[in-house]
T-cell receptor, first 109, second 116 residues
């Protein structure tokens, strides 16, 4: 089983709609969680950290479910510019950050 | 302030050759990590360095090696290149320690390696 798993998508989303997707992790001792965004042929960039109580950053909401070992990302009022691959990142013990395979989101007019 | 810089940006090699990729971290960042990203997949951890010492290693063969210099820049070396080594090699810098900053990676634009 992979340490961090994501639905590769693509999620085809009408502009203005809401989209949500999850990421599961296998190590119950994982301590920190993040979402990174990667545009086509570009480097990943931090979108947001994921806190235990859940957190929002504008149109983006991240949730953590430790009991079921998954994190989620919800995007409200999708914009064309939200089209990207969203990478789930998990940190277990030590300083190694493990990336999921990414979920591709395509926002269409 | 300059971000993370990597060189070269693109390179083409043939099987069996050797390659050296270079990375300069953000000023003030003392930790450098290397990732391999094959097309269509997420980045895979190769190495992490801090204060010139290896602090973490991913599941890669011994053909892969790296080092960090006193100015915190880093090199990734790959020997005896295989077709499967074709990928985007990403360098990321970060702070070090238990604080939040140590968890945030800032990536360079990557070095795209093609092995023929």
């Amino acid at each position: 089983r992979k340490e961090v798993e994501q639905d590769p998508g693509p999620f085809n989303v009408p502009e203005g709609a809401t989209v949500a997707f999850n990421c599961t992790y296998s190590n119950s001792a994982s301590q920190s969680f993040f979402w990174y965004r990667q545009d086509c042929r570009k480097e990943p960039k931090l979108l947001m950290s994921v806190y235990s109580s859940g957190n929002e950053d504008g149109r983006f909401t991240a949730q953590l479910n430790r009991a079921s070992q998954y994190i989620s990302l919800l995007i409200r009022d999708s914009k064309l510019s939200d089209s990207a691959t969203y990478l789930c990142v998990v940190k277990a013990a030590g300083n190694k950050l493990t990336f999921g395979g990414g979920t591709r989101v395509l926002v269409k007019p | 302030d300059a971000g993370v810089t990597q060189s070269p940006t693109h390179l083409i090699k043939t099987r069996g050759q050797h390659v050296t990729l270079r990375c300069s971290p953000i000023s003030g960042h003392k930790s450098v990590s290397w990732y391999q990203q094959v097309l269509g997949q997420g980045p895979q951890f190769i190495f992490q360095y801090y204060e010139k010492e290896e602090r973490g290693r991913g599941n890669f063969p011994d053909r892969f090696s790296a080092r960090q210099f006193p100015n915190y820049s880093s090199e990734l070396n790959v020997n005896a290149l295989l077709l499967g080594d074709s990928a985007l090699y990403l360098c990321a810098s970060s702070l070090w320690g238990g604080g939040t900053g140590a968890n945030v990676l800032t990536f360079g634009a990557g070095s795209r390696l093609t092995v023929l």
